[in-house]
């Protein structure tokens, strides 16, 4: 009901304020060279994020819930920082200088004097006039007068916990401009938390403008009878804490997995298996990064369950030793029960 009532408003202030000026641009603009003036409304539910799985196993809020949802709530919205692109080219802004839109509030009365909080909308900017068309919007973050991100607009994708369910219209998000319109866009929004930012669907060192360097995985491993299969693999990746009895900080990624295929020769009554190697991003700050990392070998062939034969500290060097050439990158190779050994030897002997 609450955003029913935010959208109302919105609707309303939209009618009374686009009446003048649509006859005037159509005076000023010839047909063929209309400009759709874009604006966006940020909209924010405050009881996203106790939705979202942040809570206590009792259902009941921590302190340190509550002031984070309090802060978050009683944020001023300043600029909308987005990236918009049309037939898959980027046309405004990127991931590391997104196109920033100041942002302005006009005053709400709840009828049932449940709710003041404003409507936020874009101000109007030359750089949103755009052809009639449809449009992709990429990413958008609300940042306050600090520049601080505050909101966001979650973004769908197949990482576990994607918070992108909770919205209606989660990104990316299609605009289409229709000639002779002046769209508003009502954008869902929930409150930025950093110690979960992978579950946002962005690669969270681009919304922390963060430096990546990208690692990845291939594994085999060995019967009994010493043959060798593609493994079937799983990886969780944290920050290195700095204390071998306590490793896991941060959690960059969980559960990732690599993809097995299968190729049929019906002709012969064959098949041939095989496995994907596994990539990720990993942030690559000044100075050294360390990460700890746990691989769980999966059930497969000639493996029935899973298993954890991995698990220790790697650095930002040891993954740069893997880049071989421009644009070319080793990945790290482990092998299970194999007579080899890994190459390189990150990780010292596994649980083999």
Same mark, same amino acid.
């Given at each position: 009901m609450r955003k029913l009532y935010l959208l109302t408003a919105f609707c309303i202030f939209i009618i009374t304020n686009s009446?003048?000026?649509?006859?005037?641009?159509? /005076?000023?603009?010839?047909?063929?060279? /209309?400009?759709?003036? @874009?604006?966006?409304?940020?909209?924010?539910?405050?009881?996203?994020? @106790?939705?979202?799985?942040?809570?206590?196993?009792?259902? #009941?809020?921590?302190?340190?819930?509550?002031?984070?949802? !309090?802060?978050?709530?009683?944020?001023?919205?300043?600029?909308?920082d987005i990236v918009l692109s049309r037939e898959g080219n980027i046309?405004?802004?990127?991931?590391?200088?997104? =196109?920033? *839109? &100041?942002?302005?509030?006009? &005053?709400?009365?709840?009828?049932?004097?449940?709710?003041?909080?404003?409507?936020?909308?874009?101000e109007?900017?030359?750089?949103?006039?755009?052809?009639?068309?449809?449009? !992709? =919007? /990429?990413?958008?973050?609300?940042?306050?007068?600090?520049?601080?991100?505050?909101?966001?607009?979650?973004?769908?994708?197949?990482?576990?916990?994607?918070?992108?369910?909770?919205?209606?219209?989660?990104l990316p998000l299609s605009i289409n401009l229709n000639s002779g319109g002046?769209?508003?866009?009502?954008?869902?929004? *929930?409150?930025?938390?950093?110690?979960?930012?992978?579950?946002?669907?962005? +690669?969270?060192?681009?919304?922390?403008?963060?430096?990546? +360097?990208?690692?990845?995985?291939?594994?085999?491993?060995?019967? #009994?009878?010493?043959r060798h299969h593609s493994a079937h693999f799983s990886v969780d990746v944290w920050k290195y804490s700095g204390d071998p009895e306590n490793p896991k900080a941060d959690n960059l990624y969980n559960g990732l997995e690599n993809a097995i295929w299968v190729e049929d020769d019906?002709?012969? /009554?064959?098949?041939t298996y095989g496995a994907t190697t596994l990539c990720m991003q990993l942030p690559d700050a000044p100075g050294l990064d360390e990460y700890y990392m746990e691989i769980n070998l999966l059930p497969g062939l000639g493996n029935s369950e899973e298993e954890l034969i991995r698990a220790?500290?790697?650095?930002?060097?040891?993954?740069?030793? @893997?880049?071989?050439g421009p644009g070319a990158l080793d990945p790290y190779h482990f092998r299970v029960a194999c007579s080899n050994s890994d190459s390189p030897d990150l990780f010292g002997p596994g649980e083999d």
């Open positions: 009446c003048t000026t649509d006859s005037e641009l159509s /005076e000023e603009l010839p047909v063929a060279e /209309e400009l759709i003036n @874009l604006q966006f409304g940020p909209m924010l539910n405050d009881l996203l994020f @106790l939705e979202s799985g942040q809570q206590t196993q009792n259902n #009941e809020s921590t302190p340190e819930q509550g002031d984070f949802t !309090q802060n978050c709530v009683s944020a001023i919205p300043a600029f909308l046309m405004l802004g990127d991931m590391d200088t997104p =196109l920033r *839109i &100041p942002i302005n509030q006009i &005053p709400f009365n709840d009828p049932n004097g449940d709710n003041d909080q404003p409507v936020y909308f874009t109007e900017s030359p750089a949103l006039q755009l052809p009639p068309g449809t449009y !992709q =919007l /990429e990413y958008a973050t609300v940042l306050d007068s600090n520049e601080d991100i505050v909101w966001l607009a979650p973004r769908m994708d197949d990482t576990s916990g994607n918070l992108a369910n909770l919205v209606d219209n989660p002046k769209p508003y866009v009502p954008l869902d929004v *929930i409150c930025f938390d950093d110690r979960i930012v992978n579950r946002y669907g962005y +690669i969270f060192f681009d919304i922390q403008g963060v430096e990546i +360097i990208e690692f990845c995985i291939f594994g085999n491993y060995c019967d #009994e009878n010493g019906f002709e012969n /009554e064959e098949a220790g500290v790697i650095t930002d060097a040891d993954v740069r030793a @893997l880049f071989d």
